[in-house]
């Protein structure tokens, strides 16, 4: 038996190198060093294999003969980059293009290479040599979906949600879309009365995955005034701390990292 790299593996390989003008796809089909996963075909791992055991990697959902995971090789920057973006992703439990992706190993900058586990829900510690290539799984019922292809693309590349729906000819839905900016600038302020406009935005941040903004409660605070600078520089703004009309419908039409 043997796996075989698939042109929809491939064309995501090349896709990815568009890209990122270091990215250099270093590997579909597994190597010596691969034992199991997901650079191996369904037919080349044991039946108890973790790359075959999750509802959209069984047999008979996905090509039994196929590679679903790629590596790829690129600089600092735009590993940092791509990771962010991806994480993005990960991070955004109602994002529909997590739904062709199973996880994916990389790293932010800082601290150890990591795991992002997409399907499950949490993070690990990946081996250090991601901090230099990026390992990216496909779920393996999408080997061959061009739509799975344009959905990856488009995290890799920084697209919102809505950007992606809307290149698919789909409306996004309402809670995609900023709501009205309130008219005013919110601040760090000392008022003992829970400002709406403020629970909003941080409601918003907290699902996209920005814990440290803290409760949703509604006042302004020293966390969430760190956290709102935290995200302006993450997104390229002015780093004041202040929701203006700039700042204020990032949450949802911006990536995590553009």
Wanted: with cysteine.
């Amino acid at each position: 038996m043997s796996t075989i790299a698939y042109a929809e593996m491939r064309q995501l390989a090349e896709g990815f190198e568009d890209i990122y003008p270091s990215a250099v796809c270093s590997g579909i089909v597994a190597d010596k060093r691969h034992k199991r996963g997901y650079h191996k075909s369904r037919q080349d791992v044991t039946p108890r294999d973790y790359s075959v055991v999750r509802p959209d990697d069984r047999r008979g959902r996905g090509p039994d003969d196929g590679s679903a995971g790629i590596d790829m090789t690129m600089n600092r920057r735009d590993m940092i980059l791509c990771t962010n973006r991806l994480a993005a992703v990960h991070h955004h439990h109602g994002d529909p293009r997590r739904k062709y992706l199973n996880a994916f190993n990389g790293w932010t900058g800082d601290g150890p290479a990591k795991r992002f586990d997409i399907y499950a829900r949490r993070t690990s510690t990946a081996t250090p040599d991601h901090k230099w290539h990026m390992h990216v799984e496909k779920r393996r019922r999408y080997i061959r979906s061009t739509v799975a292809n344009a959905a990856i693309l488009s995290a890799l590349r920084g697209e919102t949600i809505a950007e992606w729906l809307r290149s698919r000819g789909i409306t996004p839905p309402r809670h995609l879309v900023a709501p009205r900016y309130p008219g005013r600038i919110l601040q760090r302020t000392d008022n003992r009365d829970a400002d709406p406009a403020v629970r909003t935005w941080q409601q918003r941040m907290r699902d996209r995955g920005w814990t440290s903004i803290g409760k949703a409660d509604g006042y302004f605070g020293p966390r969430m005034d760190r956290t709102v600078k935290a995200w302006q520089k993450t997104v390229k703004l002015k780093r004041d701390g202040k929701i203006g009309p700039q700042t204020w419908p990032t949450p949802w039409t911006r990536p995590m990292a553009r």
